[in-house]
């Protein structure tokens, strides 16, 4: 079965740290860029992070630069997604997905998603 199943979300108090697991199964992670993004109550979807397939590039939201931090490991077919010093705003749903071309395409509807965890940042 095709799937990305994702773990790792739940509730941290301002200025904790959570690692965000997005795992695949039934095709191999390389082969695809990856991206995170999330959604708030009310608010539109918004680009958090991503990796390419080729180089492993990494690219970040302004918003998260320099607290969270992408990366893969192929061996282990899963992207993580570390979140230090988080804060109120970063509260949404987070959702991974893998598309085949580049971190510009990725999240079109027919890529494959995750099933989004809530990340809650409230003290």
């Known amino acids: 079965q095709v799937q990305l199943v994702q773990s790792g979300g739940g509730l941290v108090q301002p200025g904790g740290s959570l690692r965000l697991t997005c795992a695949a199964s039934?095709?191999?992670?390389?082969?695809?860029?990856i991206g995170w993004f999330r959604q708030a109550p009310g608010k539109e979807r918004e680009g958090v992070s991503c990796?390419?397939?080729?180089?492993?590039?990494?690219y970040y939201a302004d918003s998260v630069k320099g607290r969270f931090t992408i990366s893969r490991d192929n061996a282990k077919n899963t992207v993580y997604l570390q979140m230090n010093s988080l804060n109120p705003e970063d509260t949404a749903v987070y959702s991974c997905?893998?598309?085949?071309?580049?971190?510009?395409?990725?999240?079109?509807?027919?890529?494959?998603w995750g099933q989004g965890t809530q990340v809650t940042v409230s003290s």
């Open positions: 997905a893998a598309g085949p071309a580049t971190c510009e395409r990725v999240g079109a509807p027919n890529d494959f």
């Open positions: 990796i390419s397939k080729s180089d492993g590039s990494t």
């Open positions: 039934g095709f191999t992670l390389a082969y695809y860029a």
